[in-house]
Every structure is written in C-alpha cells, then in structure tokens.
C-alpha cells in the first residue's frame, strides 16, 4: 500500500511539481473538507435531486456588434458543496494545469488584450466560432486531462464525473474506471456544464492539442493563431487572397471536427485590406490593439448625457432602459475599466468627466 501510494505521488509531481497528491476520492473529499459520502454521490451521479440549478440567458451581442444577440446560453451553478468540491479541484489541480501558449482566456496575464496584440499589422484576418464550445466537451475528454496530470485510472474517472454534467444513471463503483487506451465504457457520459468554475481550465486543457495543430496548420502558411475560449482568429501581414482563406478555414475546420467540436458558419469572417480588422472587440490594423469608433462613441454618449444638466443621471437611466442608477452606473464603469485596460491615455480623461458625475443619493 504504501509503495503504491509513494509511486503514485511521483507520477503526479513528475507531470508538474507543484500539484497537489491525491490518492482517492476520499483524500480528495478530505482535502475540499467535504462529506466523502457526497464526493461518491457526485462522481457515481447517485442523487435524487439535480445538484445544478439550470437556467437560461439571453445571449449578449459579441462586442461592436450591431445585430441584436440570437438563443440563449445554459448555465448550470452546482449546489453548495459540489461547488466547494470544484473549486477545490480549479484552484489546486487546474490552476497548475498550463494551456497552450496560443490559448488566452481563462488563465492569469493573458487576456483580450494579449491575444489582440498578436494580429497587429494584419492584411488578412480570419475569424472562427466554434458551436457549444462547452458542451461540446465530454467526458471522457476531461477524464484524458486528468490522468494526463498523473492522476491514476480510477480517480481520474471520479474527478471527470464531477467535472462533468450529465443524466443521473448511477454506476456501481465496480464498473467505473476505464483501462487506459480501451473504449471509454460509459454510454451515459457527461460535458461540461457551462457556470462550473472547474469548466474554463477545463476546456483550455482538453483542446491544448487542437491548438498545436492549428498553430501548425497557421505557421506552414505565414498566419498567425489565437484562441480565446471559442473565439480563433487567424491573421497575416502578407499578400494573401480569398482562395488561401477558404483553404486555410476548411483545414481548421476538418482538425476541429477531428476533435469533436463544430464551427458556428454564421460566425466566420473573413476580412481582406481595407476592411476593418478586430480581433475580440479591438482594431488590430495598426502597431496597438486600439478602442473601436462605435465603443468610444458609445461611452462618450453616456459622459456627456450624465454631465449635461439638461439631461443628468435620472433621464438617461429612463432613456437607456436600465433598471435603477447603481446597474446603469456600474455599466459605465466596466466600460471605463475595459477602456484603460486597452488605452489608457484615453481612458484617463473619460475617467475625470465620470468623477465630475453630480449622483443622486
């Protein structure tokens, strides 16, 4: 017993050093401070009640978009202590869990701004969505991830179920690790359920490979390549066309399938010189991710409804259609933060017309 449990502990820090060692679900219910009894449950899926509370929001418009935003996203929140046990596995395990270079949201110091920066001097640029990102990921993909780490068969299995979200049909522990490089054997197998704070990091480390694959496919034809969650873009500073285009997006989109996912069509562009170029909300036809006209335009309409006395704070909320001043006003700050994270010479002097704001009490 305990040789096994030394030669598992060097597995795991042979993956990465700074993970932590699990040997079962129980040390692992242990470690989150949790009932071992609910750890089993999750993992066995044995509940009589759904442990997510599953509701739907209205998709927000990608940003400088004008059409209006189509369908709804599921986001699943797991109850109290499924969500200690997740956070436990993101902050401990996942967060030491690195993603591809090439991948920018989800992870520390790197972000929009970061992933824009690398199409700066773009001629062409090519954008992708692919569809359901999240549930498009399944279990037994996560299930990779963790063994991946170190993790051994059994646990790695238990550590995807809860991860994952799917029907309540309980397995008997007898019958619930895979061998690895056999058929995984569940037929009831989960995704990954959006509003679980164990999906993003997740997500990023299930599609790793799919990012050196197209940072591949990008590099052998001069282009470059970003991923942000679900959104890739590909750009190049060269002479290019139309047709290198569709080549290069019909050879993302057959390594995309190869892993399981699928392109959102309606969401492909592609844009030639002298269209404009934005990559995740910013201009990158020049040396700097730059604020777009249409988002400038949008926040110096609201400076100048709330500094002008005719106007005010009162009449615009009314105009606006926002539900009280405290929501409109942390609107407009998350605007102002978002401009001095891209600009912030610019953001400076919107910041003093926003402090000079006379609001109601």
């Known amino acids: 017993m305990i040789s096994a449990a030394v030669g598992a502990g060097k597995s795991i820090k042979s993956s990465e050093p700074n993970l932590p060692v699990v040997l079962t679900l129980s040390h692992l219910a242990h470690l989150a401070e949790i009932n071992p009894g609910a750890a089993y449950a999750y993992a066995a899926r044995k509940w009589t009640i759904e442990p997510y509370r599953v509701f739907r929001l209205k998709k927000r418009p990608k940003r ?17 202590e499924l969500m200690r046990l997740q956070r436990w596995i993101a902050q401990n395990i996942l967060s030491r869990a690195t993603p591809h270079p090439r991948s920018f949201a989800f992870f520390p110091d790197r972000g929009i701004l970061e992933a824009a920066q690398h199409h700066c001097n ?5 954008k992708l969505d692919i569809q359901n990102f999240f549930d498009s990921i399944q279990e037994h993909q996560c299930y ?3 063994r991946s780490l170190g993790y051994g068969v059994l646990l790695s299995f238990e550590l995807a179920r ?23 054997p569940c037929n009831d197998e989960g ?32 282009w470059v390549y970003t991923r942000y969650a679900d959104d890739l873009a590909f750009s ?9 285009a569709s080549k290069l997006i019909a050879l993302a989109k057959a390594e ?26 910013l201009l990158v036809d020049g040396e700097q991710p730059r604020l777009t006209r249409s988002f400038r335009n949008n926040l110096e309409t609201h ?27 942390r609107h407009i700050s998350g605007l102002l933060a978002f401009a001095h994270y891209v600009e912030p010479s610019y953001a400076a002097a919107c910041y003093a017309k926003f402090n000079s704001i006379s609001w109601p009490l």
């Open 64 to 80: 400088n978009s004008r059409a209006p935003a189509r369908g709804f996203r599921t986001i699943c929140v797991p109850e109290p």
């Open 122 to 126: 773009c001629r062409w640029l090519v």
């Open 144 to 146: 990779k991830v963790f």
């Open 162 to 184: 809860i991860c994952t979200r799917g029907p309540n049909r309980p397995l008997q522990r007898n019958q619930i690790f895979p061998s690895d490089g056999r058929p995984y």
């Open 191 to 222: 995704h990954l359920p959006q509003g679980a704070p164990t999906s993003p990091a997740l997500a990023n480390m299930v599609v790793k490979a799919l990012d050196a694959k197209l940072v591949d496919i990008a590099e052998a034809r001069g």
């Open 236 to 244: 190049t500073q060269a002479d290019s066309s139309r047709t290198e």
């Open 256 to 281: 995309i399938a190869r892993f399981g996912l699928e392109l959102n069509a309606s969401k492909t562009v592609v844009a030639p010189p002298g269209a404009r170029r934005i990559v995740l909300g």
């Open 303 to 329: 400076l100048h409804a709330l500094t002008k006395g005719a106007i005010g704070p009162e009449r615009h909320r009314q105009a606006r259609g926002f539900a009280s001043l405290i929501g409109m006003r």
